[in-house]
């Protein structure tokens, strides 16, 4: 699937089972709650907080793909495509980042 054929996906999901968007502030707040469940399994699995009970059976892709979901919302929501924007910001940080990272002894 393509980033274009996911936002399509979206939408059409969002248009027939959904009825409608979220408005883009509800969806902002949502995409920090998601984000937060994707670093509260980070945190716990690759770092130094141990799991609650409650928190043992959460999916780390699921909570991406959540992530993924409302950011597509978003995207949609502003016009943004998200094709052409990440194809951009990979050229800008090419561009930007050509020796930066390289010339970085912290990544030796």
Not at 40 to 59: A, H, L, M, V
Request: aromatic share 6%.
């Amino acid at each position: 699937m393509t980033i274009k054929e996911a936002q399509e996906q979206v939408d059409q999901w969002i248009n027939t089972t959904g009825v409608r968007y979220f408005s883009e502030l509800t969806n902002m707040a949502i995409l920090t709650e998601e984000v937060g469940e994707v670093a509260r399994i980070i945190s716990r699995k690759y770092g130094d907080q141990s799991f609650k009970e409650s928190d043992k059976d959460k999916d780390l892709a699921d909570e991406m793909a959540d992530v993924l979901w409302v950011l597509i919302c978003l995207a949609n929501q502003t016009g943004v495509d998200l094709t052409k924007a990440f194809e951009t910001n990979i050229q800008k940080k090419t561009l930007r980042d050509a020796d930066r990272h390289k010339n970085n002894t912290k990544l030796r």
